[in-house]
């Protein structure tokens, strides 16, 4: 079995329109570039993204927005990006805004087999209206559910062509989640290793997960505030 | 009255040895400086880091290495990575000793508004949902009026909640605050603020008694 294919456009074949994907990053940090920039070449419409944020207007997500490919974004902060918040207050674009842990676990709960849980975060808020409510321990918590989604778009430092990766710094954040979660897992990064050359100790993500791998090129890793002491 | 920076120096001051301290962004980020030399403080980044260290010399920047508020910053000896369900699970089971956030509105009774403005900003709830349901020492950093003079510290919310009853304590540029069942409970002043200046910037119940002290540093 061949997971490794040669590129980004090769790596979205079979994604269509309508589909639900979810994208790993936190910000810019993360996210996986080259899948997102094939997508916008591909024209692919109507999607759902899952992904903490939206990117900024002429980066990672943004250019999806940009173009108009995208019909529902399910998010915990979208803050940074302006033709986002345009789309939205215009009743362009969906949008579900969730609290990040929940997002996680549910990226989490997906890839784990466990179709749903109960959290405190949102209750009492828009976040539960609809949801179940249930008292544990004197708390109140509301029920989420694990995400259904498609494809799994992630990012990491090194995987090797068996799919095995491992991720760097806080560039992990949901991709180990993510790539749990999808139907079918792309996974691209930046350094494609044999089988072998990574250490089991230190693997984050079990090949068994990735179905799709591939070398990306040209990282851009835009830095979205550049702070220095 | 006073400043941001004097603000976030005020709450440092609640800050204990060994506590783990989730801060926000904004206001709360700025607490990070004012950390007492002689105690050991971690703080957690939810976007996957404990043990943030300060921000990078120009040689050290690492596009891979940000915190929550995606400002580039750097690790320190003992620092960890993680992903985002591990870092929420950290926050949820009540591991983090202190969460400082900004906010839009709290209420005398300890709910918070700071996630949206109904259909005029909609930049999400990000972690504060999950960090004001599960952690038990939330501080509220804020400006005690909003720009046109009107109070943030109000009865009833007018703005979406955030969270129900779970702001603890609440820092301004005018005041220090605690909230107790019977509302906002004077504690300190900020220097050159009096008790009247308070109670005129505060809409919800605000309760003046025993010993009211002056902030000072």
Known sequence: MNKVVQNAAEAIAGITDGM???????????????TINALVKSGV?????????????????????????VKKMISSYVGENAEFERQLLSGELEVELLPQGTLAERCRAAGAGIPAFFTPAGYGTEVAEGKEVREFN??????????????????????????????????????????????????EVEELVQPGELDPNFIHTPSIFVNRIFQGTDYEKRIEQRTIR | MLTKEQIAQRIAKELKDGYYVNLGIGIPTLVANFVPSDIDV??????????????????????????????????????????????????????????????????????????????????????????????????????HT????????????????????????????????????????????????????????????????????????
Not at chain 1, 20 to 34: A, K, Q, V
Not at chain 2, 92 to 99: A, Q
């Open chain 1, 20 to 34: 639900t994907l979810m994208l790993g990053g936190f910000g810019l940090c993360g996210i996986p570039e080259n």
């Open chain 1, 45 to 69: 419409k109507n999607l759902t993204c899952i992904s903490n944020n939206a990117g900024v207007d002429d980066f990672g997500i943004g250019l999806l927005l940009q173009s108009k490919q």
């Open chain 1, 138 to 187: 004197g708390k109140q918590y509301i029920m989420e559910k694990a995400f259904e989604s498609d494809y799994a778009l992630v990012k990491a430092w090194k995987g090797d062509t068996d799919g095995n990766l491992i991720f760097k710094a806080t560039a992990r954040n949901f991709n180990p989640l993510m790539a749990m979660a999808g139907k079918i897992t792309i996974a």
């Open chain 2, 42 to 143: 971690t703080l957690q980044s939810e976007n996957g880091l404990l043990g943030m260290g300060p921000f990078p010399s120009e040689e050290e920047i690492d596009a891979d290495l940000i915190n929550a508020g995606k400002q580039t910053v750097t690790t320190l000896p003992g620092s960890v990575f993680f992903d985002s369900a591990t870092s929420f699970a950290m926050i949820r089971s009540g591991r983090v000793d202190l969460t400082v956030l900004g906010a839009m509105e709290v209420n005398d009774k300890g709910d918070i508004a700071n996630w949206k403005i109904p259909g005029k900003m909609v930049k999400g709830m990000g972690g504060a949902m999950d960090l004001v349901a599960s952690a038990q020492n939330i501080i509220v950093a804020m400006q």
């Open chain 2, 146 to 217: 909003n720009r046109a003079g009107e109070s943030k510290l109000l009865k009833e919310l007018s703005l979406p909640v955030t969270g129900l009853g779970c702001v603890k304590k609440v820092v301004t540029n005018l005041c220090v605050m605690d909230i107790t069942e019977r509302g906002f409970e004077l504690r300190e002043l900020a220097p050159g603020v009096s008790v009247e200046e308070v109670k005129a910037a505060t809409a919800g119940t605000l309760i003046v008694e025993g010993e009211i002290t002056v902030i000072s540093f």
